[in-house]
Every structure is written in C-alpha cells, then in structure tokens.
C-alpha cells in the first residue's frame, strides 16, 4: 500500500543494521576496549550499551515500516475533489484557504479551497487535511508531513514522528558513549605502520560513531525543538511558499498550543488533532475580525 517497503527503503534499513552490528562486534572483539572488558566480567555496564542498542534498532525499525500517517483515500474523494475544483472554477466568495499545492515541488498557488472540504491533492485527487503533504517518494498524501527519510526508507509524519524523535535520542546516546568506547580501543604503537595495522577497523569505527554522534545530536536537538514549537521540518523549510503560512509574520507559528499540549499531542495523541480549527482560532486571535 506503499512506497516504504521497496528495494531503495530495504537497502537503507539493511545499510543501517549492518553498520550498527559491525562497529559493536569491532568494539566488543577490541581487546582493549572498555566495551570488551564489560563484556567479559558481564558488568553492568555492558547490559546498558546493548540495552540501548536493541531499543535504539528497534525505534529506528518501528519508524521505519510503520504507516508514517497517509492519508485515507474514501471512494468520495474524487467527487469532492471535483466539487472543490468547480468552487475554485467559478470563484465562489467563501471563506477559504489557498491551496498551496503541497503536491509538487514548487508548491505554487493554484487557487483556493473551501476550508471545510479540506485541501485537494492534485496528484492524488483527492482531499486531504491542513499540514498534509503529498511525497513523491511514498506516492501518497502523509499528515503533519514532516519530511522524508532516505536513511528510515520511509516518510516521517503524525505517526511515527515520536519514535523517530525516539531513534534519535538513543542514538545520540549510543553514539557519544560509542566516541569513548571507541577511544579506549585504539592501541598505541611507536610507530605509525604499526599502529596503523594496529587500528585498522578500530580507528575507521572511531571516525564512524564521532561524524554520526555530531549529525543524531544536531538532529536529535532540531526535533526537539520542533516537538516543543508544534511545527515541522517542511513548514520551516518552505514557510514562505506555503500559503497557509507565508502571510503570517515570520515568529507567528499557528499550530503553537504551548510547549505542555505541543509535546503531549507529539507524544501521545498525535492523531487527535483537527488542525484546520487550532489554525482559525489562531488566526483570529492575530487577525480579530472588525
């Protein structure tokens, strides 16, 4: 029913595990490593590395094969896709939004939508929700798009957009504490050929685990921060080409409900939101009607 489970989304899942198994057996089989001295007294510190390994995959394959939020396609979508197609045709007054026409790449204004219809998918034919957003890649309309990830193989919207933000914080974890299990696996040697040979696939895994501790970290922070503002990655990128957003002053976010209701919508009942009505009772506290 999607795009996710294709050959591209397998090999990046199946690049994922595989580098994540082959840096922790390169640790773990360092005879000098504080991971393989763990491993061999069975300590508790070694329970809580492959604790956070096992959670971390895990997160990271839930984000990855769940329905990230697609849109439901009902058998009357396309009439009211027309319906709405005939009101932008002949110009009907009514209150309404411009469609920002989310489905393509350049996201250019195509008329408007009557806001209790919802928006139309011109690729899909079909009407989906404010903040919803066609992806080329998955072939299907997402809600509360976020982006998609060639690393999960799969979009990132209203449903598995905590357990990415979930992958994200015990990777960071692992990762940093992957930078000083690394260090103390390098073996020292007087000479460079020596240490060389010495280190060959530790010091590669050292290389590895610091460029990716930098990126999960600044990741991880981002969406964060994203969870606690109520927006997504799309809405900040394409602000000024999404017509719902782009009339409204730049530090003007109309989905901000407050960082507690932001974070338990994120978290818990992300799919219980109606965002056309938090965006009117937001734009009528801006813009209060004369």
Excluded at 73 to 85: G, H, I, R, T, V
């Amino acid at each position: 029913y999607c795009n996710r489970i294709c050959s591209m989304g397998n090999c990046a899942r199946l690049l994922h595990l595989s580098l994540t198994l082959f840096v922790f057996y390169v640790l773990l089989l360092a005879p000098d490593s504080d991971l393989h001295h763990a491993w061999k007294n069975l300590s508790s510190k070694f329970f809580l590395i492959l604790s956070l390994l096992l959670l971390s995959t895990l997160s990271f394959l839930i984000a990855s094969l769940i329905d990230p939020g697609f849109e439901s396609f009902s058998k009357d979508a396309p009439l009211l896709y027309k319906l709405n197609e005939e009101l932008i045709q002949s110009s009907i007054d009514e209150v309404s939004y411009e469609n920002d026409n989310s489905t393509s790449d350049s996201d250019s204004n195509q008329g408007t939508v009557v806001i209790r219809n919802g928006r139309p998918c011109i690729t899909c034919k079909s009407i989906i929700q404010l903040r919803s957003r066609h992806c080329r890649v998955c072939a299907r309309c997402v809600r509360r798009f976020d982006h998609h990830c060639p690393w999960l193989g799969n979009c990132v919207g209203v449903r598995n957009h905590r357990f990415f933000w979930l992958f994200l914080g015990l990777e960071t974890a692992l990762l940093i504490w992957g930078v000083f299990i690394a260090w103390s696996a390098l073996h020292s040697s007087s000479d460079f050929l020596s240490w060389f040979r010495a280190n060959i696939l530790t010091f590669p895994s050292l290389v590895v685990i610091f460029v990716g501790s930098i990126a999960t970290s600044m990741l991880f922070v981002f969406h964060t921060y994203l969870m606690i503002s109520g927006q997504t990655t799309w809405e900040i990128a394409s602000r000024f080409r999404i017509s719902y957003l782009r009339d409204l002053d730049p530090p003007i976010n109309p989905f901000d409900e407050g960082i507690c209701l932001n974070i338990v919508h994120f978290l818990y009942i992300p799919e219980s939101q109606h965002w056309d009505q938090v965006y009117e009772r937001s734009v009528q506290k801006i813009k209060p009607s004369p």
